[in-house]
């Protein structure tokens, strides 16, 4: 039957309301930043001074991690008397100082946050990153993209725990499980997961399975409104 002469024309997909995700929780290094080799950078430097040098088999405990995982792996690893404390604040003042002389948006970041922002998606920015290295990146890419913003010190635990994810989908007042998670490591994605979100992965620098409502793209480029919708719709009865 043809629409009524006063209904409105059908707009491109991914650009209605009904095709938009109800939020978009996004992680931000290594996802929306490329602050990933930063902290690589912070954590190869303190390793050094410990007397160690990171390989490929420090990956999983270094990207993705909070800083005090990346500082306790560090202590067992090397010989050393400092407390974990000591060099978790170490960590995070070594990648604070990198991230304020240099934060570069991955590609395709911007233009999805401009994208959700103007379909009116809430929007939540989830990271393991200390509050100070989470606003000197507000502040080089712009805090009006986040509806609310979470760093390390506001959950008890942080990622691969659910904590965070299940905090950010409260904020808005949803259920979590109605929300789309965007995010680059295993660590991030187990939380996610584990809070019940549906999950877009772009991996960084560790691999990434694929299964139940993980679904993965080499590039946010190749995200869109609709791409996030259908994932959000696609959830278990």
């Known amino acids: 039957m043809p629409a009524a002469p006063d209904a409105p024309p059908p707009a491109a997909p991914g ?8 939020a978009v929780l996004l992680d931000m290094d ?45 202590r067992r690893s090397g010989s050393s008397d400092r407390s974990v404390d000591d060099l978790t604040g ?14 570069v948006p991955r590609p395709g970041a911007l233009a999805l946050l401009a994208g959700l922002r103007a379909a009116g998606v809430p929007t939540a920015l989830v990271s393991a990153s200390p ?34 994810y299940l905090a950010a989908a409260g904020r808005l007042g949803l259920d979590p499980a109605d929300c789309v998670a965007v995010e680059d490591s295993p660590a991030g994605v187990a939380s996610a997961t584990a809070a019940g979100c549906a999950v877009l992965a772009v991996p960084s620098a560790v691999p990434i399975d694929a299964a139940g409502r993980v679904t993965l793209l080499d590039s946010l480029e190749q995200a869109d ?6 994932l959000a719709a696609d959830r278990p009865a």
């Open 225 to 230: 409104l609709a791409l996030l919708g259908r």
């Open 131 to 164: 509050r100070r290295v989470v606003d000197l990146v507000l502040g080089a890419i712009g805090p009006q993209w986040f509806t609310v913003t979470l760093a390390a010190e506001d959950t008890p635990r942080t990622k691969p725990d659910p904590a965070p």
């Open 90 to 103: 170490a960590l995070n003042s070594g990648f604070a100082r990198r991230v304020a002389a240099e934060v």
């Open 15 to 22: 650009t209605t309301a009904d095709a938009a995700p109800p």
């Open 30 to 74: 290594g996802t929306l930043v490329d602050t990933e080799p930063l902290w690589w950078q912070a954590a190869s430097e303190l390793a050094a001074e410990l007397g160690l040098t990171l390989g490929e088999a420090d990956l999983p405990d270094v990207l993705g991690r909070a800083a005090e995982h990346t500082a306790a792996h560090l």
